[in-house]
Every structure is written in C-alpha cells, then in structure tokens.
C-alpha cells in the first residue's frame, strides 16, 4: 500500500527566501510521485511528476523536486519566493494502478 | 483544448437525501476519477471510470456510486447523506491505458456540497 506524510500543515517564508516543503512516502512498489498545487476555490494544478527518470524533476513555476529513495523523500523547493506562490501543496503517490494517494497538505503562507 | 468541467459548484442537502454530481472530463481524456476533499484535508480516492467501467475504488461505503458515459463525461451519486459527507468533491480525467499510476490528472473545480 502506497501512503505519503507531509510534514508541517502550514509553512511561512519571506518573499524571496527559499522554500522548502517536505514530503515523505512509503510504497511495496516503486513509486510515481507528484506534487500538486490547489489555490484558493480551484482544481489542484500538477507542479511536477517523478516517474523513475531523473532523481531531480524540474516543474513549473520555478519549483523543482528531488527524489531520494534512501531517504523516501520527495522535497518541493523553490529558490526564491513570490507573493504568488501563496497556496495549498500536495505531496501524492502512486503505484500502477493510476490511484494517486494525496497527502493532508502544507498551507504555505508568504510574508511580505 | 477545454477543461475539467463540474456541476453544481455548490450545493446544500439535508440527511437523508440523494445528491447528484457530474463531470465532463477534458478533450482526448478517456479516465474519471473522483476524490473527496473534507475541509483541511487532502483528496481521498473515492473511484475511477476507464471506458465506462469501474477501475478501482477507494475505502467509501456502496451509497457512493458512479457512472461513465460514452462520451466519458461521469457523475457521482451518494445516496443517504450524512453530515460527514459535506466536503469538496473533485473530479479528475486522465489519458492513456488503464492501469498507469504515471498518467498526470486534470482536476475540475470541484463541487462543494453542505449536508445539513
């Protein structure tokens, strides 16, 4: 069984400080792994996807995801934060079966 | 290319009643699926349609039922509502075989019902 932890429900960093978000996973397989983003009375939006390629993953926005296996981590970073990344971020899993397990999410808060 | 379409985006029931959620996946898409967001939580797997078939399901009892149309446009239903049920439903389409967890989800929306 598949199953994702995201640590910390609410994040806070200063405009242009790095951010960090941080997700753990467990799966009897090798996993896919995503992150979402969901702002405000809207869909979640795909970020980036690991799908056994690349350990690092580039996605939009500037925001990429390292995938280490040793660790079962697939941290969401950011160099430099904007006003505009101020939303909620999904950490999910997935096996072969195309059911994606989300995580409970981290509330990132953006200080001027 | 349009979107992840869902109807009603809100709507308020009472215990007991039948609601009715539907979905127009997007263009090309042939896979529905359906979570349940509860307030402050993340998206729970209620099932999925590939080809107008049920494709897997989540831990959600029998009163939550859906169907997929051959156009794969799909509603949900949930009968006897319980306060527990108010929660943001979302719809999601993919593309692609069955059975590939690397397909990437478009989500509509949602629609946000309230069980009174």
């Known amino acids: 069984a598949q199953s994702v932890t995201q640590l910390g429900s609410h994040v806070s960093v200063s405009e242009g400080a790095l951010v960090l978000l941080r997700c753990n996973y467990s799966?009897?397989?090798?996993?896919?792994l995503f992150w979402y983003v969901q702002y405000p009375n809207q869909g979640l939006q795909l970020l980036l996807k690991?799908?056994?390629?690349?350990?690092l993953v580039k996605g939009i926005n500037g925001f990429e995801a390292e995938f280490k296996k040793s660790e079962t981590s697939f941290h969401l970073t950011k160099p430099s934060a904007h006003m505009s990344d101020a939303a909620e971020y999904f950490c999910?899993?997935?096996?072969?079966?195309?059911?994606?397990?989300f995580g409970k999410g981290t509330r990132l808060h953006i200080l001027p | 290319e349009t979107g992840v379409t869902q109807s009603p985006t809100h709507l308020i029931k009472t215990r007991g009643q039948q609601v009715t959620l539907r979905c127009s996946s997007q263009?090309?898409?042939?896979?529905v699926s359906w979570y349940q967001q509860a307030l402050g939580q993340g998206p729970q797997f209620i099932f999925q349609?590939?080809?107008?078939?049920?494709?897997g399901r989540g831990n959600f009892p029998p009163r939550f039922s859906g169907l997929q149309f051959p156009n794969y446009s799909s509603e949900l239903n949930v009968n006897a509502l319980e306060l527990d049920d108010s929660a943001l439903y979302l719809c999601?389409?993919?593309?692609?075989?069955?059975?590939?967890?690397?397909?990437?989800?478009?989500f509509g929306a949602g629609s946000r019902l309230t069980v009174l």
């Open positions: 690991y799908t056994s390629a690349a350990t």
């Open positions: 999601a389409s993919s593309s692609g075989t069955s059975r590939s967890g690397a397909n990437v989800l478009t």
């Open positions: 263009s090309g898409h042939n896979t």
């Open positions: 799966s009897s397989v090798p996993p896919y």
């Open positions: 999910a899993v997935s096996a072969r079966d195309d059911k994606i397990i």
């Open positions: 349609y590939y080809r107008e078939e049920e494709n």
